[in-house]
């Protein structure tokens, strides 16, 4: 896989004195969907259009393909964006919309016809063809929308948060949708979304920004079950951050917390340095035994389809959210209960600040 | 959206059948419609009953007759005046379109306030006779054109179709239909988010396509209406043409007012209107018929 298809170098947008992105230094795989993860106003957005040549970067470029970009104009370049809310013409029917950027080439009436129905048929619209714009649901517009954006075959296919606007059935059809519409076809995706959800479930790898810089990068299992930072343990997932200082004795490694000792693996931390361990609330069993790190007592619990999420708060008052998996063999226990949450040293991630 | 909804039902099966209901949205429907009847409608079938009338001395005589299209028909002097109505309607149309439309885009896309559309609505604050007769100092023989280029060396004497000429009236009707169509054009182009720019530029548009397979159809409607607009005001129109106008600016809008404030003669005058009315119309079949081949319309298929 070539390593750096797209490259951003260095790229820095200002507007006045706000730093919208500050010195980002990116390189896209081809063929991958890379994920561009963020809270609103991180960046990301910003960081797709300037690769589509909506905005000119303060300073560095976008190199795509081994071409730099500075001077390119949007319509020269080979990349294509999928709207968040679509933008598809409503002057044209479903057919003219997706042949725009044939038309515009002055293609073959003929070549264009088969490109169309060969778009058509990747997201499945045939029958859809003259439909009006005001006439297809938001799933068939996003589909529209996906094929009029392949259809000139670009390097690199932008994807602006393109399920935002949709339900959340529709939601995780359409995922299902893009990866296999990203398998057919091998085009490059760079993919915007403030979902997690959404960047674990698509993403070869995700790059999680956070006020204009790149806070981590790795595949979805990196980012979530090794976060380098409390910010990128907060944002994957659902977390238990319990702040200590590092602890050794001859035979363990330790964060020293409120709550008592939680056992660690040892990762050459220099002992008595403040940390934060990151706990995943599945990574917790719930016992009633005296044995455990921490103690507590049930306060609440959440049916969550699947799992049950029960609220345990600790004798120095601190709230964990601890995870049962619904199956007969395991009860949960009932609110007020004394238990005690323990959990692998290896399931332990210590992040700083 | 192609969502079916199960039929409603407004009232129980043992209501009358034969009652009408009324149409929802009637209640907001009617103040517009009863005015537009009594005061457009009833008027122009007024009209057009009288034009079929004979004038006699003091009186309208009801003889059911065509003589008065018959006698436009042949009045060459009203095809000349209608003409040059038209013709009047045309330049102020087109240019006040050509002018109002990169104005209306720069204040829908650009400008960060309102305030150009402001400014231009602004001369609406002052009478349309006083503006009128702004342009005649502007425009006179002695008026600041005129003294300006012969200061400057570059005419010795006054340009005289500057005055009492179509010319003349037509600068005078751009400058009075110039906001209007602004204000629709704008009106229109808000319906043009950004976003349909950018993504038409995305696939692959130059800033010209964008304009034309975009923008333009996309605000059908606005364009036809600004042009019309500008186009029928100023094809009617009875007073710039006479202020203004001189004497080879007379219009068909001049004649018709003519025979009925002071020849009296109202089925003539009603035949000419409806002459005119007729002649709009095949203006704004024309005008549309060519935005749908020049490929400017919505609503076609290409395929």
Redesign the interface.
């Known amino acids: 896989m070539e390593d750096n298809f797209v490259e951003f170098h260095n790229v820095t947008k200002k507007w006045g004195d706000f730093v919208g992105l500050d010195g980002i230094n990116l390189k896209i795989r081809r063929g991958e969907i890379l994920t561009l993860l963020g809270p609103s106003g991180c960046g990301k957005s910003t960081l797709m259009r300037i690769a589509?040549?909506?905005e000119l970067p303060t300073t560095g470029d976008v190199i795509i393909d081994g071409r730099q970009m500075a001077d390119t104009?949007?319509?020269k370049r080979e990349?294509?964006?999928l709207?968040q809310?679509y933008?598809l013409?409503?002057?044209?029917?479903v057919?003219?919309n997706i042949?725009?950027?044939l038309?515009?080439?002055k293609r073959p009436k003929e070549e264009?016809?088969q490109r169309?129905e060969k778009m058509l048929e990747l997201v499945q619209l045939k029958e859809f063809?003259?439909r009006?714009i005001?006439?297809?649901?938001?799933g068939q517009a996003q589909r529209v929308a996906l094929a009029?954006?392949l259809i000139?075959q670009p390097k690199v296919l932008l994807l602006d948060e393109p399920l935002s606007a949709l339900d959340l059935k529709i939601r995780h059809h359409m995922l299902e949708e893009l990866k296999r519409i990203h398998r057919e076809t091998g085009t490059t995706f760079l993919y915007v979304t403030h979902d997690q959800d959404e960047a674990m479930i698509l993403s070869d790898r995700i790059v999680l920004m956070n006020a204009g810089q790149i806070v981590q990068m790795g595949t979805p299992d990196e980012m979530y079950g090794k976060p380098q930072s409390l910010f990128a343990a907060k944002f994957f997932g659902e977390t238990n951050i319990v702040e200590g200082k590092l602890v050794r004795s001859a035979d363990r490694c330790a964060v020293e917390t409120t709550d008592g000792l939680i056992t660690v693996e040892d990762k050459m931390i220099s002992e008595g340095s403040r940390v934060y361990a990151s706990i995943r609330p599945e990574a917790f069993v719930i016992s009633n035994h005296a044995e455990g790190n921490i103690r507590g007592i049930v306060e609440d619990i959440e049916n969550i389809g699947a799992r049950t999420v029960c609220r345990v708060r600790s004798g120095s008052g601190h709230a964990y959210r601890a995870q049962v998996f619904r199956t007969s063999a395991i009860s949960t226990p009932p609110i007020g209960a004394n238990v005690a949450l323990s959990c692998a040293p290896a399931d332990v991630v210590l992040v700083s600040q | 959206m192609s969502v079916d909804f199960p039929a409603r039902r407004f009232y129980p099966a043992t209501v009358n059948p034969l009652s009408i209901r009324l149409p929802r949205g009637w209640g907001l429907a009617t103040p517009p419609v009863a005015f537009l009847l009594f005061f457009f409608v009833l008027p122009a079938i007024t009209l057009f009953v009288t034009s079929f009338f004979a004038a006699q001395a003091f009186q309208i005589v009801p003889d059911w007759n065509v003589g008065n299209y018959l006698r436009i028909f042949k009045a060459a002097g009203f095809w000349k005046a209608n003409f040059q109505g038209l013709t009047n309607g045309f330049f102020v149309a087109t240019i006040s379109v050509l002018l109002a439309f990169p104005a209306a885009f720069y204040v829908v896309y650009r400008a960060k306030t309102n305030l150009i559309l402001y400014m231009a609505l602004l001369s609406w604050f002052s009478s349309y006779l006083v503006r009128i007769f702004a342009w005649r100092t502007i425009l006179g023989t002695n008026g600041m054109v005129n003294s300006a280029l012969i200061n400057l060396g570059l005419i010795d004497a006054p340009l005289d179709f500057l005055i009492f000429s179509p010319t003349a009236a037509i600068i005078t009707l751009v400058h009075i239909m110039v906001p209007f169509a602004l204000l629709i054009l704008v009106s229109a182009l808000q319906d043009v988010k950004a976003e349909y720019l950018e993504a038409a530029r995305d696939l692959g548009a130059t800033r010209w396509q964008v304009l034309t397979r975009v923008i333009l159809p996309m605000c059908h409607k606005g364009l036809v209406g600004a042009f019309m607009f500008s186009f029928i005001l100023a094809a009617g129109d009875f007073i710039i043409p006479q202020l203004m106008g001189g004497r080879d600016g007379i219009t068909s809008g001049l004649l018709i007012s003519g025979q009925f404030r002071s020849v009296g003669n109202w089925p003539l005058g009603s035949a000419m209107a409806w002459t005119l009315m007729s002649c709009l119309l095949i203006v704004y079949l024309l005008f549309v018929g060519l935005l749908y081949v020049a490929r400017l319309s919505p609503g076609r298929r290409y395929h």
């Open positions: 589509a040549g909506f104009p949007p319509e990349v294509n964006m709207f809310r933008a013409f409503p002057h044209l029917d057919f003219d042949a725009f950027p038309r515009i080439q264009i016809r169309v063809s003259s009006w005001n006439e297809i649901s938001g009029r954006a000139g």
